[in-house]
């Protein structure tokens, strides 16, 4: 099944056409992070080296916290032009993006705790996430069909970097404008309650197998207003008073 989910994978993305993900939902989560790999590998975005670009969240503290490598030339710096992709769908993430100051070890990852992850973060910024699917069925794919296609993932603007400090998240707005719709604010919105909070299990999973990550890596933590729906031609704005913005032009 981790074949044909990737295979699958693979065809949609080379002929730029959705397929149904009927019948090549990975059985379990580590069959659906191998899908990730052989797609990425196939697709050849890696190469040797280890992933610079990654997306991790979950739904609460509760919750298990997913993670995707996104491929590098989907990742944009801002203010981007989007025109040109090859979207099913334009969904919209607005979120937080952190960069490891140095590089970790599987040694260094597994002994984390607490929060003392923070202190291999050197900056931030604002990151929109471009939500899009491989899958006909987009959004409501089955949940491990979708971490398979980098839960479902499309593409990524980095607003300018500003170095890392921890804030006060509960009182952080976070300020959206998408094309004429009526704008978007949240005030202390994140699931996680702070951004950070994911770094221990995301690079725990980052360097299985012996992997390191390296100074320099990024990493967008999840979104504060869920996913906004956005159409080709719209201008996306997002806005953190206090740490910076991110545009793109669909």
């Known amino acids: 099944m981790i074949d044909e989910t990737a295979r699958h994978l693979i065809e949609a993305r080379s002929t730029q056409r959705a397929i149904s993900a009927a019948g090549f939902c990975p059985p379990d989560t580590q069959a659906a992070y191998a899908a990730q790999d052989a797609v990425a590998r196939a697709c050849g975005w890696f190469d040797e080296a280890p992933a610079g670009y990654w997306k991790s969240g979950g739904p609460s503290r509760e919750a298990v916290l997913t993670h995707a490598p996104l491929p590098p030339d989907g990742v944009w710096s801002s203010p981007a032009e989007a025109g040109a992709w090859p979207f099913h769908m334009r969904g919209i993430e607005v979120e937080i993006a952190l960069r490891l100051g140095c590089d970790v070890e599987p040694a260094l990852a597994l002994a984390l705790k607490g929060n003392e992850a923070v202190k291999l973060v050197d900056a931030m910024c604002v990151s929109i996430e471009i939500v899009d699917s491989r899958w006909v069925e987009g959004l409501e794919a089955p949940a491990l069909a979708k971490l398979a ?102």
Do not use: M, N
Request: net charge neutral; glycine share 12%.
């Open 149 to 250: 296609d980098l839960q479902s993932h499309g593409a990524l603007v980095l607003g300018p970097w500003v170095p890392f400090l921890q804030r006060d998240w509960l009182a952080q707005v976070c300020q959206v404008q998408i094309g004429a719709q009526p704008p978007v604010e949240r005030r202390g919105t994140h699931s996680l309650a702070d951004p950070a909070y994911l770094l221990p299990a995301w690079l725990r999973h980052a360097t299985q197998g012996g992997r390191s990550v390296l100074a320099g890596t990024v990493v967008t933590t999840g979104t504060w207003v869920g996913i906004l729906t956005a159409s080709a031609g719209d201008l996306v704005t997002a806005k953190f008073p206090g740490i910076g913005d991110a545009t793109v032009q669909l």
